[in-house]
T-cell receptor
Framework: NAGVTQTPKFRVLKTGQSMTLLCAQD?????MYWYRQDPGMGLRLIHY???????AKGEVPDGYNVSRLKKQNFLLGLESAAPSQTSVYFC??????????????FGPGTRLTVL | AQTVTQSQPEMSVQEAETVTLSCTYD???????LFWYKQPPSRQMILVIR??????QNATENRFSVNFQKAAKSFSLKISDSQLGDTAMYFC????????????FGTGTRLTIIP
């Protein structure tokens, strides 16, 4: 099992450009998440999905869109990148939302710089 | 809303010594889960240990153990016989047991093990 993978690992964008980050998991997990990590602020939830075809907003969703067309993939899109979106992005997944909530497994992260 | 506070931005300890990282949280819920994640320079988020709030017994994983004080809303991590590979950022995290998909992170503690 590869676990949770993210593509790409690094990316530099110019302000106004668009891009899509891909997250893939091979653990048949129902739930998937996108976080961003900024210095001194820990990880903050951008969007999440509780199953194929569903998405929901997290703590900091503005400027991002997501899609979950396939259970194993969760895409994060930036339509018009801004310097404030410079960050490290992490994808995570876990099994279904039954209690107790299982541990989230994280991908290796994508470092995005917007100039 | 839940909050997680890590009041020690940085710590350092000699190899083979014991170190304790602090974490406090605020919630009005009674059922929840707490986690410690490790993030080494590779950026990978690695689960260290997890604690269910309904369990009075403190969780342990080899050299890692927690001191969970539910009434005080405190969740500290003790690392015994520290090793150079323990050098990393450590994040405390909280998730509710019911109806809340948001994993709330603290701002992290940078731990350095000195040879």
């Amino acid at each position: 099992n590869a676990g949770v993978t993210q593509t790409p690992k690094f990316r530099v964008l110019k302000t106004g450009q668009s891009m899509t980050l891909l997250c893939a998991q091979d653990m048949n997990h129902e739930y998937m998440y996108w976080y961003r990590q900024d210095p001194g602020m820990g990880l903050r939830l951008i969007h999440y999905s509780v199953g194929e075809g569903t998405t929901a907003k997290g703590e900091v969703p503005d400027g991002y869109n997501v899609s979950r067309l396939k259970k194993q993939n969760f895409l994060l899109g930036l339509e018009s990148a801004a310097p404030s979106q410079t960050s490290v992005y992490f994808c995570a997944s876990r099994t279904s939302g039954r209690a107790p909530p299982d541990t989230q497994y994280f991908g290796p992260g994508t470092r995005l710089t917007v100039l | 809303a839940q909050t997680v506070t890590q009041s020690q931005p940085e710590m350092s300890v000699q190899e083979a010594e014991t170190v304790t990282l602090s974490c406090t949280y605020d919630t009005s819920e009674n059922n929840y889960y707490l986690f410690w994640y490790k993030q080494p320079p590779s950026r990978q988020m690695i689960l260290v240990i997890r604690q269910e709030a309904y369990k009075q017994q403190n969780a342990t994983e080899n050299r890692f153990s927690v001191n969970f004080q539910k009434a005080a809303k405190s969740f500290s991590l003790k690392i015994s016989d520290s090793q150079l590979g323990d050098t990393a950022m450590y994040f405390c995290a909280f998730i509710s047991n019911f109806g809340n998909e948001k994993l709330t992170f603290g701002t992290g503690t940078r731990l350095t093990i000195i040879p």
